[in-house]
């Protein structure tokens, strides 16, 4: 399987919070390959400046130290935003779900507001 992140599934992955339930955890530890998009590292940096987040690690750094490979956001990722339903109204959950489509990955998330779209999801 391969996977793409929603952000707060990474960070529970890296946090080991509890909140990742034992089946997104095993999906993660056993997919062929795992994905991390730009569109999350974005969203944290935002939160950060906010100060709704902090992190003792640069989140590139993060993501290498996982072993998962960073998603770069492309011009066919975003173009294919603009085809999609407005069931969701979050830009960065918008371009993973563009980026799902595209690349065929299976998202992990939380977020309900994913099922009304063309992609699989892995629940955590």
Same mark, same amino acid.
């Given at each position: &399987?391969?996977?793409?992140? =929603?952000? %707060?599934?990474?960070?529970?992955?890296?946090?080991? #919070?509890?909140?990742?339930?034992?089946? !997104?955890?095993?999906?993660?530890?056993? !997919?062929?390959?795992?994905?991390?998009?730009?569109?999350?590292?974005?969203? +944290?940096?935002?939160?950060?400046?906010?100060?709704?987040? %902090?992190?003792? #690690?640069?989140?590139?750094?993060? +993501?290498? $130290?996982?072993?998962? =490979?960073?998603?770069?956001?492309?011009?066919?990722?975003? !173009? $294919?935003? !603009?085809?999609?339903?407005?069931?969701?109204? #979050?830009?960065? =959950?918008? &371009?993973?779900?563009?980026?799902?489509?595209?690349?065929?990955?299976?998202? +992990?998330? %939380? #977020?309900?507001?994913?099922?009304?779209?063309?992609?699989?999801?892995?629940?955590?």
């Amino acid at each position: &399987m391969n996977l793409l992140l =929603d952000t %707060h599934a990474f960070l529970w992955w890296r946090l080991n #919070d509890r909140h990742l339930k034992p089946e !997104a955890r095993r999906a993660i530890a056993t !997919a062929t390959h795992v994905r991390v998009s730009a569109a999350s590292a974005w969203e +944290v940096s935002i939160k950060a400046a906010l100060g709704r987040l %902090h992190l003792a #690690d640069p989140f590139a750094s993060l +993501v290498e $130290r996982s072993g998962f =490979d960073p998603l770069p956001i492309t011009f066919a990722h975003a !173009a $294919r935003v !603009a085809t999609l339903a407005n069931h969701h109204a #979050d830009p960065f =959950d918008r &371009m993973l779900i563009a980026q799902a489509q595209n690349e065929a990955l299976t998202i +992990v998330t %939380h #977020d309900r507001a994913f099922e009304p779209y063309a992609v699989p999801v892995v629940w955590t």
